[in-house]
């Protein structure tokens, strides 16, 4: 098939050829679109398992006392059951096991769950 001149009409045997600038910018589109969707699929994504390479505390008082006969600093970590932020980060960050060594060597790690429910029992042992 040979390709159209400008003084030909287009018909069924003859259609009309797409001009290729008019395409590109469609096809951005639908490139972006998709790359959004991975991105939001990515990062709305839960981890299927939390790795627990922390020995995480949750009595606040008794890390206070570890951390004076230490002498470490406590690393208090507050999440939430449900929030998806806070899984990545236990995933992606503190479940790295360079991460986790270098947080059982140098702190007392605390962490302080924010859940409504558990908020408000932890924040009453926190006050006294």
Same mark, same amino acid.
């Given at each position: 098939?040979?390709?159209?001149? +400008?003084? %030909?009409?287009?018909?069924?045997?003859? $259609?009309?050829?797409? !001009?290729?600038? =008019?395409?590109?910018?469609?096809?951005?589109?639908?490139?972006?679109?998709?790359?959004?969707?991975?991105?939001?699929?990515?990062?709305?994504?839960?981890?299927?398992?939390?790795?627990?390479?922390?020995?995480?505390?949750?009595?606040?008082?008794?890390? +206070?006392? %570890?951390?004076?006969?230490?002498?470490? $600093?406590?690393?208090? !970590?507050?999440? =939430?059951?449900?929030?998806?932020?806070?899984?990545?980060?236990?995933?992606?960050?503190?479940?790295?096991?360079?991460?986790?060594?270098?947080?059982?060597?140098?702190?007392?790690?605390?962490?302080?769950?924010?859940?409504?429910?558990?908020?408000?029992?932890?924040?009453?042992?926190?006050?006294?």
């Amino acid at each position: 098939m040979t390709p159209r001149t +400008s003084d %030909q009409t287009a018909t069924p045997a003859n $259609p009309p050829v797409a !001009n290729g600038s =008019q395409t590109q910018p469609v096809m951005w589109i639908i490139v972006a679109v998709l790359v959004a969707l991975i991105a939001i699929t990515w990062l709305t994504q839960r981890p299927k398992t939390r790795p627990n390479l922390i020995a995480w505390l949750a009595d606040y008082k008794l890390a +206070s006392q %570890q951390s004076r006969q230490t002498s470490q $600093p406590m690393l208090l !970590n507050f999440t =939430q059951e449900g929030c998806g932020a806070c899984d990545r980060l236990d995933y992606d960050v503190f479940g790295d096991e360079r991460v986790a060594s270098v947080i059982a060597d140098r702190f007392v790690p605390v962490r302080v769950d924010v859940t409504p429910n558990i908020c408000s029992v932890q924040h009453a042992e926190l006050a006294h």
